[in-house]
Nanobody, 124 residues
Framework: QVQPVESGGGLVQAGGSLRLSCSASGRTFGSSAMGWFRQAQGKEREFVAGISWNGVSTYYTDSVKGRFTISRNNAKNTVYLQMNSLKPEDTAVYYC?????????????????WGQGTQVTVSS
């Protein structure tokens, strides 16, 4: 089972950038699709971006397309989320998780444990 540790969050002004990292332990990381999710205060957790096990395929929720980029380094058991042109509505706690396929993780299916997440706050 993949166990993630997220980092890289912080406070940034609108239009700024952040790069999140997710370091994941577990033997299945290299064969698992990975996804980033976020949960804003008072809202349900939602899917943000996903990447296939080999990094070839990616998928984004509409609100972040063209601004966010997901990538991974299997040798380091790490997945990244580069966030540019940040908006106040991107403010949330960001989490990563794993599942068997990209298609399933975009539907919100996960198989790893949830980490502590990393807080991203975008000021206007």
């Amino acid at each position: 089972q993949v166990q993630p540790v997220e980092s890289g969050g912080g406070l940034v002004q609108a239009g700024g950038s952040l790069r999140l990292s997710c370091s994941a332990s577990g033997r299945t990381f290299g064969s698992s699709a990975m996804g980033w999710f976020r949960q804003a205060q008072g809202k349900e957790r939602e899917f943000v971006a996903g990447i296939s096990w080999n990094g070839v395929s990616t998928y984004y929720t509409d609100s972040v397309k063209g601004r966010f980029t997901i990538s991974r380094n299997n040798a380091k058991n790490t997945v990244y989320l580069q966030m540019n042109s940040l908006k106040p509505e991107d403010t949330a706690v960001y989490y990563c998780n794993a599942h068997r396929s990209l298609g399933e993780i975009t539907a919100g299916m996960i198989s790893g444990s949830w980490g502590q997440g990393t807080q991203v706050t975008v000021s206007s």
